[in-house]
């Protein structure tokens, strides 16, 4: 059993995936052996996480999760730690293996009730209801369990998916359980990373129970960037050189930042070319080198561009399409791309590398649907971006994702909301164009890019405020 950390990489197998492992270890071990296994191990860290409980509730749903959680309370019950079950299922229509669990859970004296107990802080409570099997939004009493477990004084443990949560999306189902703790049986499932998962699943462990997963993963949880070093004999010119193309009126900033963010994360020439015909703006950052936007040689440069562009931006960009040497495409220039069938051409027509940096609603916009339905299965979203337009996509969020064409996406397992403040994508943009500088490929300066941008985030200290200048320092 190990708790996911963020110093490696993991693979990512959704629903369909973990249900053809599943029905290769039943093959290959046994009825009952994986469903022993399971239970065994969300004993073993409940026992962990609450050493001092003095009750355990366990909801036990109708199926084979119901199963692992009866099979837990067996454990528990032998171990002198007072779990109460409250089961939902059906002696007639059991599937064998929870049926087996059930006797072994009645044979032990494990008590069932209806009721919760009270439960106080140091107590714990375990969500066996629906896990992999939450087809449906929960009702009736499932729903009212789920509310309960909510509301619980007692952390919460969430047997292989918190309930509700979509194992291959990270969206709610209806009503879904809030777990402190969540234990992954078998695979580690995509929607425990991205979208409401990471809020709803808590710390994730992952038990393989002895198996080692031979498909193919659907995605991966992507790991830390390797340490970049510098040679002594190198020079300015051996880190890339990058152009920001923004910067409308009153949005200037918006390049500054984006030009600071890449000085900061190594690139060797930083210039800024702003949209803005007026002064250079002062900054805190003299390195940075200001151009007019046709005095920039686009074939020898990594151009951002679109940060605070407005839409003047579109002007360019069929220069820029065609001309840039590796390109990042962002804000304002994707909202220009959506609009606009023939740039959306050109970019198809690029043989450069290039990345998109998309939110939800600029990803919606290019896909002509909606950001609900982005959301609703952000991997699909950024895969189908990524192959509609040749290029790497970074949908941004909670759990952002970086797909590219022909490959598996990435989660990115770093971040959180204190980058929901402006200018905070202009940062990434800027460590995206740095990287790709620097001589990484578009997938690999996409990964390690948010990822170094999330792990600032993370880093941060508490009770100060994240600001994106700040942020774009913090990278050196």
Known sequence: MHPITL????????????????????????????????GLAAARLALALAPHARQVWIACGPGNNGGDGLEAAMHLQHWGRQPCVRWFGDEHRLAPDAAASLARARAAGVPFTDAMPELQPQ??????????????????????????LNASAAPVLAIDLPTGLAADTGQANGPAVQAQHTLSLLTL??????????????????????????????????????????????HKGSYG?????????????????????????????????????????????????????????????TVACGCGGGPQIAAWLPQVLAEAAQLVLDADALNALAADEGLQDRLRQRRQPTVLTPHPLEAARLLGSSTAAVQADRLAA?????????????????????????QAPAINPTGNARLATAGTGDVLAGFVASHLA???????????????????????????????????????
């Open 241 to 301: 050189d990058v152009a920001v193309l923004g910067g409308a009126p009153g949005m200037r900033g918006a390049a500054v930042l984006a030009g600071s963010a890449a000085l900061h994360a190594g690139a060797g020439r930083v210039y800024v070319a702003a949209l803005d015909s007026g002064p250079d703006l002062t900054t805190d950052a003299p390195e940075l080198m200001w151009r007019a936007p046709a005095e920039l040689a686009l074939a020898r440069l």
């Open 7 to 38: 110093d490696r990489a993991w693979p990512l197998h959704g629903g369909a995936a973990t249900r053809r492992l599943e029905a290769q270890a039943i093959a290959a071990a046994g009825p009952h052996v994986l469903m022993r296994r399971a």
């Open 382 to 406: 950024a895969q189908t971006l990524a192959e509609r337009f040749g290029a790497v996509v970074v949908l941004k969020g909670s759990g952002t994702v970086v797909a590219a064409p022909g």
């Open 123 to 148: 107590d714990l409570a375990i969500d066996a209801l629906l896990g992999l099997g939450s087809a449906r939004p929960a009702t009736g009493d499932l729903a009212a369990c789920i509310a309960a």
């Open 438 to 476: 620097a001589g990484s490929s578009a997938s690999e300066a996409a990964r390690h890019a948010v990822y170094q941008h999330g792990a600032l985030a993370d880093a941060w200290p508490a009770g100060q405020a994240l600001t994106a200048s700040a942020l774009a320092r913090a990278a050196n």
């Open 189 to 234: 499932k995509p929607g425990l990373f991205t979208g409401v998962g990471r809020d709803l699943a808590g710390q994730v462990w992952f038990d393989a129970l002895q198996q080692c997963a031979t498909a193919q993963a659907d995605a991966t949880l992507a790991g830390p960037p390797p340490t970049r070093t510098r040679a002594h004999a190198s």
